[in-house]
Protein backbone atom coordinates (compact mmCIF):
# COMPACT_ATOMS: atom_id res chain seq x y z
CA UNK A 1 0.00 0.00 0.00
CA UNK A 2 1.26 3.52 -0.63
CA UNK A 3 2.17 5.94 1.83
CA UNK A 4 1.49 9.49 2.00
CA UNK A 5 2.73 11.77 -0.58
CA UNK A 6 4.01 15.03 -0.73
CA UNK A 7 6.28 17.39 -3.14
CA UNK A 8 8.17 19.39 -3.69
CA UNK A 9 10.56 18.04 -0.92
CA UNK A 10 12.84 21.10 -0.44
CA UNK A 11 11.73 24.09 -1.30
CA UNK A 12 13.71 27.50 -0.72
CA UNK A 13 12.31 30.92 -1.54
CA UNK A 14 13.14 34.76 -0.62
CA UNK A 15 10.53 36.01 2.05
CA UNK A 16 7.04 37.98 -0.06
CA UNK A 17 7.42 35.37 -2.29
CA UNK A 18 4.49 32.41 -2.50
CA UNK A 19 4.85 28.60 -2.67
CA UNK A 20 2.31 25.71 -2.47
CA UNK A 21 2.78 22.05 -1.07
CA UNK A 22 0.89 19.05 -2.66
CA UNK A 23 -0.21 15.98 -0.47
CA UNK A 24 -1.93 12.74 -1.79
CA UNK A 25 -2.94 11.11 0.73
CA UNK A 26 -3.54 6.96 1.41
CA UNK A 27 -6.01 5.68 -1.14
CA UNK A 28 -9.14 5.99 0.57
CA UNK A 29 -8.71 7.78 3.72
CA UNK A 30 -11.07 10.61 4.29
CA UNK A 31 -9.20 12.75 6.52
CA UNK A 32 -6.38 14.72 5.83
CA UNK A 33 -3.97 16.90 8.20
CA UNK A 34 -1.59 19.39 7.49
CA UNK A 35 0.98 20.17 10.29
CA UNK A 36 3.83 23.02 10.82
CA UNK A 37 6.82 21.54 12.29
CA UNK A 38 9.70 24.63 13.36
CA UNK A 39 12.89 23.58 14.09
CA UNK A 40 13.35 22.40 17.71
CA UNK A 41 9.80 22.10 18.15
CA UNK A 42 7.08 19.44 17.71
CA UNK A 43 4.28 19.10 14.89
CA UNK A 44 1.80 21.80 14.88
CA UNK A 45 -1.62 21.20 13.82
CA UNK A 46 -2.31 23.83 10.81
CA UNK A 47 -5.69 22.73 8.90
CA UNK A 48 -7.78 19.45 9.45
CA UNK A 49 -10.10 18.18 6.46
CA UNK A 50 -12.69 15.46 6.11
CA UNK A 51 -13.25 15.00 2.40
CA UNK A 52 -13.45 18.42 0.76
CA UNK A 53 -14.83 20.27 3.96
CA UNK A 54 -12.59 22.06 6.70
CA UNK A 55 -12.86 20.59 10.19
CA UNK A 56 -10.13 22.56 12.30
CA UNK A 57 -8.45 25.39 10.95
CA UNK A 58 -8.22 27.30 14.16
CA UNK A 59 -4.19 27.42 13.90
CA UNK A 60 -3.96 28.42 10.67
CA UNK A 61 -2.58 31.94 9.50
CA UNK A 62 -5.04 32.65 7.40
CA UNK A 63 -3.62 36.36 6.00
CA UNK A 64 -0.49 34.21 4.26
CA UNK A 65 -1.78 30.53 4.22
CA UNK A 66 -4.90 28.84 2.76
CA UNK A 67 -5.15 25.01 1.65
CA UNK A 68 -7.56 23.28 -0.20
CA UNK A 69 -8.86 19.98 -0.86
CA UNK A 70 -11.36 20.17 -3.61
CA UNK A 71 -12.21 16.95 -4.92
CA UNK A 72 -11.22 15.22 -1.65
CA UNK A 73 -8.73 13.63 -2.32
CA UNK A 74 -5.02 15.88 -3.24
CA UNK A 75 -4.93 18.82 -1.03
CA UNK A 76 -2.18 22.26 -1.44
CA UNK A 77 -1.26 24.40 1.21
CA UNK A 78 -0.20 27.64 -0.08
CA UNK A 79 1.76 30.40 1.69
CA UNK A 80 1.47 34.12 0.12
CA UNK A 81 3.58 35.98 0.76
CA UNK A 82 6.08 34.10 2.97
CA UNK A 83 7.84 35.13 6.30
CA UNK A 84 11.19 34.17 7.64
CA UNK A 85 9.08 32.57 10.28
CA UNK A 86 7.80 30.07 7.50
CA UNK A 87 10.74 28.18 7.48
CA UNK A 88 9.53 24.47 8.66
CA UNK A 89 8.74 21.34 7.49
CA UNK A 90 5.30 20.62 6.59
CA UNK A 91 4.35 17.54 7.22
CA UNK A 92 1.01 15.83 5.71
CA UNK A 93 -0.77 13.39 7.26
CA UNK A 94 -4.02 10.90 6.63
CA UNK A 95 -6.12 8.71 8.45
CA UNK A 96 -9.18 6.64 7.30
CA UNK A 97 -11.93 8.31 8.68
CA UNK A 98 -13.36 11.31 11.25
CA UNK A 99 -15.01 9.79 14.27
CA UNK A 100 -15.28 9.16 17.56
CA UNK A 101 -13.19 6.06 17.35
CA UNK A 102 -9.49 6.05 17.10
CA UNK A 103 -8.12 6.55 13.53
CA UNK A 104 -4.56 6.22 13.23
CA UNK A 105 -2.61 8.49 11.01
CA UNK A 106 -0.12 8.02 8.72
CA UNK A 107 2.67 10.48 8.07
CA UNK A 108 4.52 11.41 4.72
CA UNK A 109 8.10 12.94 4.50
CA UNK A 110 7.57 16.61 5.01
CA UNK A 111 8.57 19.65 2.62
CA UNK A 112 11.01 21.39 4.17
CA UNK A 113 10.60 25.14 3.22
CA UNK A 114 13.73 27.57 3.90
CA UNK A 115 12.55 31.29 3.60
CA UNK A 116 15.51 33.35 3.03
CA UNK B 1 -6.30 22.29 27.21
CA UNK B 2 -3.36 19.68 26.43
CA UNK B 3 0.23 20.22 26.37
CA UNK B 4 3.33 17.41 26.75
CA UNK B 5 6.57 18.04 28.12
CA UNK B 6 9.33 16.33 26.94
CA UNK B 7 12.42 17.67 29.34
CA UNK B 8 15.31 15.87 27.69
CA UNK B 9 16.03 17.53 24.21
CA UNK B 10 19.20 15.23 23.45
CA UNK B 11 19.90 12.11 25.13
CA UNK B 12 23.27 10.30 24.03
CA UNK B 13 23.77 6.67 25.13
CA UNK B 14 26.02 3.68 23.87
CA UNK B 15 25.11 0.67 22.17
CA UNK B 16 23.31 -1.73 23.93
CA UNK B 17 22.63 0.27 26.99
CA UNK B 18 19.12 0.79 28.56
CA UNK B 19 17.50 4.45 27.79
CA UNK B 20 14.52 6.13 29.27
CA UNK B 21 13.01 8.73 27.33
CA UNK B 22 10.68 10.99 29.42
CA UNK B 23 7.08 12.41 28.97
CA UNK B 24 4.60 14.38 31.09
CA UNK B 25 1.42 15.51 29.74
CA UNK B 26 -1.34 17.66 31.28
CA UNK B 27 -5.02 17.84 30.01
CA UNK B 28 -8.45 18.62 31.52
CA UNK B 29 -9.65 15.58 29.35
CA UNK B 30 -8.95 11.80 28.99
CA UNK B 31 -6.25 11.57 26.14
CA UNK B 32 -4.79 8.62 24.29
CA UNK B 33 -0.92 8.63 24.86
CA UNK B 34 1.19 8.42 21.33
CA UNK B 35 5.48 7.76 20.86
CA UNK B 36 6.34 8.70 17.08
CA UNK B 37 9.59 7.91 15.92
CA UNK B 38 11.34 10.21 13.01
CA UNK B 39 14.44 9.02 11.35
CA UNK B 40 16.93 11.58 9.66
CA UNK B 41 14.55 12.90 6.24
CA UNK B 42 11.67 10.92 6.79
CA UNK B 43 8.13 11.44 7.93
CA UNK B 44 7.13 10.68 11.74
CA UNK B 45 6.61 6.65 12.01
CA UNK B 46 4.03 5.50 14.93
CA UNK B 47 6.14 3.48 17.51
CA UNK B 48 3.54 2.86 20.27
CA UNK B 49 0.21 3.78 21.81
CA UNK B 50 -2.24 3.39 24.59
CA UNK B 51 -5.77 4.05 24.31
CA UNK B 52 -7.17 1.33 27.05
CA UNK B 53 -6.60 -1.47 28.74
CA UNK B 54 -3.16 -2.68 29.79
CA UNK B 55 -0.75 0.44 31.30
CA UNK B 56 2.44 -1.00 29.56
CA UNK B 57 2.42 -1.31 25.85
CA UNK B 58 5.69 -2.59 23.48
CA UNK B 59 6.50 -1.66 20.15
CA UNK B 60 7.69 -4.45 17.76
CA UNK B 61 11.63 -3.78 17.76
CA UNK B 62 11.89 -3.43 21.46
CA UNK B 63 10.33 -0.31 23.16
CA UNK B 64 7.81 -0.46 25.52
CA UNK B 65 6.04 2.47 27.35
CA UNK B 66 3.59 2.70 30.73
CA UNK B 67 1.35 5.11 31.25
CA UNK B 68 0.87 5.97 34.73
CA UNK B 69 -2.07 8.32 35.31
CA UNK B 70 -0.97 9.37 38.58
CA UNK B 71 2.12 11.10 37.14
CA UNK B 72 0.46 12.15 33.96
CA UNK B 73 3.50 10.49 32.18
CA UNK B 74 4.03 7.97 29.53
CA UNK B 75 7.79 7.26 29.52
CA UNK B 76 9.43 5.34 26.40
CA UNK B 77 12.16 2.72 27.52
CA UNK B 78 13.91 0.29 25.64
CA UNK B 79 16.64 -2.49 28.16
CA UNK B 80 19.42 -2.18 25.26
CA UNK B 81 19.63 0.52 22.30
CA UNK B 82 21.15 -0.40 18.88
CA UNK B 83 22.38 2.00 16.54
CA UNK B 84 19.82 2.05 14.46
CA UNK B 85 17.40 3.58 17.12
CA UNK B 86 19.24 6.86 16.90
CA UNK B 87 16.09 9.21 15.93
CA UNK B 88 13.92 11.64 17.26
CA UNK B 89 11.56 10.98 19.14
CA UNK B 90 8.14 12.76 19.83
CA UNK B 91 5.45 12.36 22.44
CA UNK B 92 2.24 13.04 21.82
CA UNK B 93 -1.55 13.02 23.44
CA UNK B 94 -4.91 13.10 21.50
CA UNK B 95 -8.25 13.65 23.30
CA UNK B 96 -10.79 10.75 23.44
CA UNK B 97 -13.02 11.34 20.57
CA UNK B 98 -10.87 13.56 18.98
CA UNK B 99 -8.16 13.35 16.23
CA UNK B 100 -6.02 15.97 16.75
CA UNK B 101 -2.21 15.51 17.67
CA UNK B 102 -0.17 17.31 20.32
CA UNK B 103 3.11 16.93 20.28
CA UNK B 104 6.05 17.43 22.91
CA UNK B 105 9.42 18.81 21.07
CA UNK B 106 11.08 15.99 20.92
CA UNK B 107 14.33 14.08 21.81
CA UNK B 108 16.94 13.36 20.04
CA UNK B 109 18.43 9.95 21.03
CA UNK B 110 21.69 9.22 19.76
CA UNK B 111 23.25 5.75 20.42
CA UNK B 112 27.07 5.68 20.39
CA UNK B 113 28.86 2.90 18.97
Known amino acids: EAGVAQSPRYKIIEKRQSVAFWCNPI?????LYWYQQILGQGPKLLIQ????????DSQLPKDRFSAERLKGVDSTLKIQPAKLEDSAVYLC??????????????FGPGTRLTVL | AQSVTQLDSQVPVFEEAPVELRCNYSSSVSVYLFWYVQYPNQGLQLLLK??????LVESINGFEAEFNKSQTSFHLRKPSVHISDTAEYFC???????????FGTGTRLTVIP
Open chain 2, 92 to 102: AVMPTGANNLF
Open chain 1, 49 to 56: FQNNGVVD
Open chain 2, 50 to 55: YLSGST
Open chain 1, 27 to 31: SGHAT
Open chain 1, 93 to 106: ASSMRLDSSYNEQF
